[in-house]
């Protein structure tokens, strides 16, 4: 069992920066494939990104290379989601995401409750 909480949104000017960061429960945070996904109104939830246990590969989606950054510290089951160069596009419900498959894995074993980000033009 793995739970994950999400804090850091908020709302942010076009151009500004944001850090989400995904608190997960256990020791053992190394065993998951950590990810971030969004999801606007109106929108499918697409993924943003994810990263795997040791944090030697990751995969961001075209809309967001080169301005996000996917992290992860083991030792405080922590994954991050740094955000830079922010548009009004990114607005979205973002939401972290673990599973025991590889970080290519198309679908995911446990969610976070999701947190807000609002990106004004």
């Known amino acids: 069992q793995v739970q994950l909480v999400e804090s850091g949104g908020g709302l942010v000017q076009a151009g500004g920066s944001l850090r989400l960061s995904c608190a997960a429960s256990g020791r053992t945070a190394s065993t998951y494939t950590m990810g971030w996904f969004r999801q606007a109104p109106g929108k499918e939830r697409e993924r943003v990104a994810a990263?795997?246990?040791?944090?030697?590969?990751?995969l961001y989606a075209d809309s967001v290379k080169g301005r996000f950054t996917i992290s992860r510290d083991n030792a405080k089951n922590t994954c991050y989601l740094q955000m830079n160069s922010l548009k009004p596009e990114d607005t979205a419900v973002y939401y972290c995401?673990?599973?025991?498959?590889?970080?290519?894995?198309?679908?995911?074993?446990?969610w976070g409750q999701g947190t807000q980000v609002t990106v004004s033009s």
């Open positions: 995401a673990a599973t025991w498959r590889s970080y290519d894995a198309s679908t995911y074993d446990y």
């Open positions: 990263m795997s246990r040791t944090g030697g590969s990751t």
